[in-house]
């Protein structure tokens, strides 16, 4: 089992390997090899840690998974850019690049929040914040919902923006 939802994400998980990606990775410099290595080992090990987790209880576990998920990404990109777009001279502090990559999660999650508990049957919403209404009726169209899912979807807002300034302060 390949555990792709589509099919575009089950032909890339097939073909990976036999690919256009493994070339292109094999033509980068060390530093951009290692920089894809830590980061994707973190992000793994992440991913691994809450998909033993069937459900998010807090806002601060929403917040711990995107941190160990995606907090890495920022630095990988970071230290990429470093290595290789020297005439830039572009360096953001480990802090700011991992909020960044935190914060990107985040919005990808807002983007794909129900689309990722219909296809995958994962909810990134937090039980804290929702009312006690299960997955099912949150993303059901039902009107009497309404308040709940408007409620849920401005706290995630809200709180990403927060977290957005606090580690952009």
């Known amino acids: 089992k390949t555990g792709a939802v589509d099919n575009e994400e089950k032909v890339f998980i097939e073909q990976f390997g036999k690919g256009q990606n493994l070339r292109e990775y094999h033509l980068f410099k060390q530093s951009v090899k290692e920089a894809i290595k830590d980061c994707t080992l973190s992000m793994g090990t992440g991913m691994i840690h809450f998909l033993e987790k069937e459900k998010l209880d807090t806002m601060e576990e929403l917040k711990e998974y995107c941190g160990d998920v995606a907090s890495s990404v920022g630095v990988g990109l970071n230290r990429i850019v470093e290595t290789e777009d020297l005439a830039l ?19 990808n999650i ?14 990134y919403v937090p039980l804290e914040i929702r009312a006690g209404v299960a997955n099912e009726q ?5 009107r009497k919902y309404r308040d709940v899912r408007k409620s849920v979807f401005n706290t995630l807002v809200n709180e990403t923006e ?3 300034r606090v580690a952009t302060d």
Do not use: T
């Open 162 to 164: 927060r977290d957005w």
């Open 110 to 123: 807002l983007k794909n929040l129900e689309e990722d508990y219909r296809l995958r049957k994962f909810s």
């Open 89 to 107: 001279n572009v360096r953001l502090s480990d802090a700011l690049a991992r909020g960044m990559g935190s914060f990107l999660q985040r919005i």
């Open 138 to 142: 949150l993303f059901s169209q039902e």
